[in-house]
C-alpha cells in the first residue's frame, strides 16, 4: 500500500512541471502553424494568379490569322486555378482559428477541425495540381500514339507560366501535409 502511495505522489509531484513543458511546445507548434499557412497562402494564391493570367498569342503566316492559347482553353488549368482559390481561401478563412491555439495551446476541438479540412483542402490541392500536371507534361512531350502534338516548341512563353505555376501549388501541398503532421503532433502530446 505505502508502494502504491509513493508511485502516485512521485506521478503527481512531476505533473506541474510537465504542463507547462507540454503547453510550451503546443504553442511554438501553433506559431509554426500560423507562419507556414502564410507561406501555403502566398504559394496558392500565386499559382492561381499566374496560371490565371497565362495566354498567348502567335501569329500564323500573317497578322490576320493567329494561334491563340490561354489556360481557360483547357478545363484541367481551370479546375487548377479554382482549386488554388479555394484552397487560398481556406487558409485565409482559417488563421484565425490557428491563431487560438496560440492564445490557448490546450485548445483541442479547434485543432480537429484544422486537422480534418486541411487533410480536405490538401485533396483538393492535389487534384487541382495533378490535372494540370498532367496537361503541362503533354504540352511539353505530347503523345504521339493519340497524335498530340508537344505546343510548348511554339508556345514558349505560355508553356514556361503554367510549369511555374505548378511549383507553388505543389510547394503548398507540402506544407498541408507538414500541417497537418504538427496538428498531429500537438494532438498527440495532450494525451
Known amino acids: 500500500m505505502t508502494k502504491d502511495v509513493v508511485i502516485e505522489h512521485g506521478e503527481s509531484s512531476k505533473a506541474p512541471f510537465v504542463a507547462p513543458v507540454a503547453a510550451g511546445v503546443n504553442r511554438a507548434v501553433s506559431i509554426i502553424d500560423v507562419f507556414l499557412r502564410f507561406i501555403a497562402i502566398i504559394g496558392t494564391i500565386g499559382s492561381a494568379i499566374a496560371m ?10 500573317t497578322q490576320f ?7 481557360s482553353d483547357l478545363p484541367s488549368f481551370t479546375f487548377f486555378v479554382a482549386a488554388n482559390a479555394v484552397v487560398c481561401t481556406y487558409l485565409v478563412l482559417s488563421i484565425p482559428l490557428s491563431i487560438v491555439n496560440i492564445i490557448r495551446p490546450s485548445a483541442r476541438y479547434s485543432r480537429l ?3 480534418f479540412f486541411d487533410a480536405a483542402m490538401l485533396a ?11 496537361i503541362v507534361y503533354l504540352a511539353h512531350k505530347g503523345n504521339v500514339r493519340a497524335n498530340w502534338f508537344a505546343i510548348c516548341q511554339q508556345f514558349d512563353s505560355f508553356c ?3 510549369s511555374g505555376s505548378l511549383i507553388g501549388s505543389f510547394a503548398a501541398m507540402v506544407i498541408l501535409i507538414v ?13
Do not use: C, D, M
Open 52 to 61: 490565371g493570367t497565362t495566354n498567348e498569342t502567335l501569329p500564323f503566316f
Open 65 to 71: 490569322i493567329q494561334f491563340e492559347a490561354k489556360y
Open 113 to 115: 477541425i484544422l486537422v
Open 124 to 134: 483538393l490541392l492535389t487534384a487541382g495540381a495533378s490535372a494540370a500536371a498532367a
Open 160 to 162: 514556361e507560366r503554367i
Open 179 to 191: 500541417l497537418i503532421f504538427l496538428s498531429a503532433l500537438a494532438l498527440a502530446r495532450r494525451h
